[in-house]
């Protein structure tokens, strides 16, 4: 069901209309404006970076979002990750995505931990997270500033043991190219 390719240049412009969309661009910690030439910079500076990793996901042979891991730090064994759902027909198996990345991250790469941000009025990120066994361990209040207000954001992680004591997930494996 879920299949995931190398971000490439092809997909870009796709990537662009889901990451400027409301639906999307209000969760995230920063806000971009419509810009391609910006979009093919960041892109070249992703792709060259060993730190991170980018890929679209489809989902029935639909193109319908993008998840990476980001901030890889192979001597800790840890990175960030995140993703979106950018079809809004397809928003609802987000929370099914996560699990490959998660099998990925901590059987294939052998990671210790993953950890994120996410802003504090995402609740429905929140709860998933929480059912996919990440831990809530601080807040920074006030910490980012978007459309005239200042936001808190709750930092999570989800160590390895905790993933992997959850038999219920287990199944979830997909190739990572």
């Known amino acids: 069901m879920i299949k995931l390719v190398r971000l490439q240049e092809e997909h870009l412009e796709k990537v662009m209309v889901w990451r400027v969309s409301p639906e999307v661009t209000r969760y995230m910690v920063t806000d971009i404006e419509y810009n391609m030439d910006k979009q093919y910079q960041w892109f070249n500076r992703v792709t060259k970076d060993d730190t991170c990793r980018y890929w679209v996901i489809f989902y029935q042979n639909t193109l319908i979002g993008l998840i990476n891991i980001a901030d890889i730090d192979y ?47 995402n609740k429905n990120i929140l709860y998933i997270h929480k059912m996919h066994g990440f831990r ?16 808190d954001v709750v930092l999570i992680e989800l160590l390895a043991e905790s993933w992997l004591s959850q038999a219920k997930y287990q199944r979830y494996v997909t190739e990572f190219p």
């Open 75 to 121: 001597a800790h064994r840890r990175c960030s990750a995140g993703y979106y759902i950018g079809e809004k027909d397809y928003r609802q198996i987000g929370a099914m995505v996560l699990p490959y990345l998660y099998n990925y991250v901590f059987k294939t790469m052998k990671f210790r931990k993953i950890y994120g941000e996410v802003l504090a009025g």
């Open 136 to 151: 809530e361990v601080g807040v920074y209040r006030d910490h980012i500033f978007k459309g005239g207000l200042f936001y």
